[in-house]
């Protein structure tokens, strides 16, 4: 979607990939404001989303987590967000559950079944 937008933008490789009416990059106002009135808009159909604050980081931080449960290595994601360290990147990492549960379900000792420990009912009534 990105090439074809592109073909149609015409314009330089320099130029902004989304543009203002003068033909200018878009300021973080800018780019706030528009995802504030699509949210909103969007909350219509999605009823949860007025009761969410979605900014661009949330975008972000979103974009970096589907790329990394993806399987995309972090140092790549690291490269492409623009993190100046590897080691910002690791906090995806320390966020994501289902790769903690797969570190540990290679961790478990022979003949036992893998999963997650679920507390007799008697054992929670008693909390």
């Known amino acids: 979607m990105l090439r074809t937008w592109l073909r149609e933008r015409g314009g330089i490789a320099t130029d902004p990939v989304f543009p203002t009416i003068r033909g200018h990059a878009l300021s973080a106002d800018a780019v706030q404001w528009m995802l504030s009135k699509y949210t909103s808009s969007a909350a219509g159909r ?52 289902s790769i903690k549960e797969k570190a540990l379900a290679r961790t478990a000792p022979p003949n036992t079944t893998p999963g997650r420990y679920r507390a007799p009912d008697k054992l929670l009534a008693a909390v």
Do not use: F
């Open 46 to 97: 999605c009823p949860s989303l007025s009761a969410k604050k979605v900014s661009p980081h949330v975008l972000r931080h979103t974009c970096a987590m589907n790329l990394l449960q993806s399987g995309v290595d972090p140092t790549v994601i690291a490269l492409w967000l623009g993190h100046e360290s590897v080691l910002t990147t690791q906090t995806y990492l320390h966020a994501d559950l």
